[in-house]
C-alpha cells in the first residue's frame, strides 16, 4: 500500500513542481549543459559565416605577419604565460593530498575530479592537434607560407594529404593553459559561489587575452581558440 501511495504521490506532483524542488546542484549541471549546447551551436554558426580568415587579414598579408615575433606577445604573453600557467597542473595534483590555501577547502574527492578534469582538458586538445592536418594561418600560402586554407570542419582536416602545411594546429593549444582549467569554477561552487565565479571570470580574461595574443601573431585563426575553450567547458561540465 506504501508503494501505491508513493506513486500516486508521485504522479500527483506536476512537471512545475518538480523543477521546484529541483536541487541548485541540479539546476546548475542544467545551465552548464545549455551553455555548452548554445556556444556550440555559435560556433558552428561562425565556422559557416566564413568570417575567420577575412579577421585574420586584418593582421597579416603575403609578408606575414607583422605582430609574429612581437616581444610583448612572443615573450610575455606567449613563453611567459605558459610558464606562469603550466605548473598551475602540478599545483593542482599536490592539492588532492596536501589542500593548498583558497583551493585546497574543498573533499579530496572533488579535488581529484578537479585535476583529472583538467588534464583531460589538457590531454585531449593536445591528442586532438596531433591529429589535426590544418596548418596555422601563419603557414597559409596568402600569408607567406605554403598551405592551402582547409577547414577544420572537414573530413579532409583530419585524413588524408592535409593542407599542404605542416598541420597541427587545431584546435589551439596555448590558450589551453588557461581554458583547462576552468573545471575549477565547477568545483569550486560547493564551497563558495563567489570563488567559483572569480576563477571563472579570470579563466576566460585570461584564455581571451592569450587567444587575442595568438590571433594578431598569426599562430591562430579566432575558431581555433574558441573551439578550445568550447571543449574544455563541455568536458568540464
Not at 35 to 61: C, M, Y
Not at 154 to 166: E, H, I, K, M, V
Request: with cysteine; glycine share 10%.
Amino acid at each position: 500500500e506504501q508503494g501505491h501511495l508513493r506513486a500516486a504521490v508521485g504522479a500527483a506532483i506536476t512537471p512545475d513542481r518538480r523543477a521546484a524542488v529541483m536541487s541548485p546542484q541540479s539546476w546548475a549541471r542544467r545551465r552548464d549543459i545549455t551553455v555548452a549546447v548554445l556556444a556550440g551551436l555559435l560556433l558552428l554558426a561562425w565556422d559557416l559565416s566564413g568570417a575567420d580568415l577575412p579577421l585574420s587579414r586584418l593582421f597579416g598579408g603575403p609578408a606575414g605577419f607583422a605582430l609574429r615575433h612581437h616581444g610583448l606577445l612572443e615573450t610575455v604573453l606567449h613563453d611567459g604565460a605558459a610558464a606562469v600557467l603550466k605548473p598551475m597542473f602540478v599545483l593542482l595534483g599536490l592539492n588532492v593530498w596536501w589542500p593548498l590555501p583558497l583551493i585546497g577547502a574543498m573533499p579530496r574527492a572533488l579535488r581529484l575530479r578537479w585535476w583529472l578534469l583538467t588534464l583531460l582538458c589538457a590531454l585531449s586538445i593536445a591528442l586532438l592537434k596531433r591529429l589535426s592536418l590544418v596548418s596555422c594561418p601563419w603557414s597559409l600560402a596568402e600569408f607567406g607560407g605554403s598551405a592551402h586554407w582547409l577547414s577544420h570542419a572537414t573530413l579532409a582536416a583530419w585524413w588524408g594529404a592535409g593542407d599542404g602545411g605542416p598541420g597541427h594546429c587545431f584546435p589551439a593549444g596555448h590558450v589551453s593553459n588557461a581554458f583547462a582549467l576552468v573545471g575549477g569554477a565547477l568545483a569550486l561552487r560547493a564551497v563558495s559561489p563567489r570563488a567559483a565565479r572569480l576563477w571563472l571570470l579570470a579563466v576566460c580574461l585570461i584564455g581571451a587575452l592569450l587567444g587575442l595574443t595568438q590571433l594578431l601573431r598569426g599562430a591562430h585563426l579566432l575558431s581555433h581558440s574558441l573551439w578550445t575553450a568550447w571543449i574544455c567547458w563541455t568536458l568540464s561540465v
